[in-house]
Structures are given as structure tokens and as C-alpha cells.
């Protein structure tokens, strides 16, 4: 009979506000545990299927051509697959030969599954033995502020990892929210006024790009 940590590990998915699930993993660059990695930094967890394969090859390059722009976010990158560290590192060996693109982020050795398990990684409709494409954003304080999960045959986006990952970080910053197709460079949406005051407040404010009084956009400097 499985106990109850069992059970949270095999069926509960982490969701935006959760504190990350802690875990102790052997990966590509050691062993990690994620409570004592990356601090005072934002984290991407991402899993991939399996490793040689074709499209987890294109995306994790793209992660490891593009990491100098994460970087400059102060943000680390983790990667996952159930494969061992042996596969890892001869795909990582594999791909560096044959494009010259280096994966020199840790990857995760799952071949236990508990991590998969612990972060819904592992979901039994698409496969019982590899991952889904899963992207967890982690802040500082190592509480999860974003999840996306696509299926094994669709490659992520970076781009629009990149862009949520810079909205939630300006968000933070400035108190803002973010309109639909936000880049950087665009116009914020300022907090809604809370009462009477606030509302009238807000209907003077020539500063302000303003639809309405619960509608208003501001550039950030």
C-alpha cells in the first residue's frame, strides 16, 4: 500500500505559489539539492523526454545557446530526463561534437522517477517511463511562479520562456501586471485603484495611457 509521500510524489502536480518540492538529485554536474542550489537566483527546472532524441536535442541547445540571456536575468538552468547520468553525459558529449553546442548546465539523472514524479512530470495518458516537456520558473525564495507542460511532440517555445520569466521579474519589481503579448519594452498595466479616492485619483492622471479607470498602462523607465 502506498503511503501518503507516495502518493503526493505520484499524483500531485506543484502549482503557481507552491513552494518548489525539495529533492536530492544526481546530475551531469554533481549532486544537487535544489534547496541549496542556485541562491539568491531564479531557476528554470525543465524536463525533456528521453535523451537522442530529435526534438529534446533542439531545445535543450536552444536553452544552452541562449543561457548568457538567462544569465543576465540571474537565473540558473536544471535539466531532466529518466535516463542516467551515463546517458547524459554521452549525449551532452554527442551534440557538443556534432554542432559544437555545449550543455554545460547540471541534468538531471531521474531514472528512479522521483523527481518526475514529485514536480507531475510523469503523466501516465502520454507515457509511464518519460517525462513531458515540463518548465518550472523558481524565484529566489524558491517558490514555483510559473508552470508549462507541453506534449512530446511539440518543442517549447524559448522565447515566450524568456518573456515570462522578465515579466515575472518587472512584475515583482514595479507591482505590475503585464497585457496580452507583453514584450519587454512595452507598457505595463498599473494596479486597479482599491477605493473612491484612488478611482477619482486615477481619472486626473494625465501620465497615464488609460482606457478606463480599471484599465491604465504605464512605461517603465
Known amino acids: 500500500m502506498e503511503t501518503l509521500i507516495e502518493q503526493k510524489m505520484t499524483n500531485t502536480i506543484p502549482r503557481i505559489g507552491d513552494q518548489a518540492p525539495d529533492f536530492e538529485a544526481l546530475t551531469t554536474t554533481g549532486k544537487i539539492r535544489l534547496s541549496e542550489y542556485a541562491k539568491d537566483q531564479w531557476l528554470v527546472l525543465f524536463s525533456h523526454p528521453a535523451d537522442f532524441t530529435p526534438v529534446c536535442t533542439t531545445e535543450m541547445s536552444g536553452f544552452a545557446q541562449r543561457k548568457e540571456e538567462f544569465e543576465a536575468l540571474n537565473t540558473a538552468l536544471m535539466g531532466l530526463s529518466i535516463d542516467s547520468v551515463h546517458a547524459h553525459l554521452g549525449w551532452v558529449n554527442n551534440v557538443h561534437k556534432n554542432t559544437g553546442v555545449y550543455f554545460d548546465f547540471p541534468i538531471i539523472a531521474d531514472i528512479d522517477m522521483k523527481v518526475s514524479k514529485l514536480y507531475g512530470m510523469l503523466q501516465p495518458n502520454e507515457s509511464e517511463t518519460a517525462a513531458v516537456r515540463a518548465v518550472f520558473i523558481i524565484d529566489p525564495k524558491k517558490k514555483i511562479r510559473l508552470v508549462m507542460y507541453y506534449p512530446m511532440n511539440v518543442g517549447r517555445n524559448m522565447d515566450e520562456i524568456l518573456r515570462t ?16 503579448d507583453w514584450k519587454k519594452g512595452d507598457k505595463v498595466i498599473v494596479p486597479p485603484p482599491k477605493n473612491l479616492a484612488e478611482m477619482e485619483a486615477r481619472l486626473q492622471d494625465t501620465t497615464l495611457d488609460m482606457t478606463d479607470f480599471y484599465l491604465a498602462k504605464k512605461a517603465l523607465n
Open 165 to 180: 520569466l522578465e515579466a515575472l521579474q518587472l512584475s515583482d519589481e514595479h507591482k505590475v501586471a503585464m497585457p496580452l
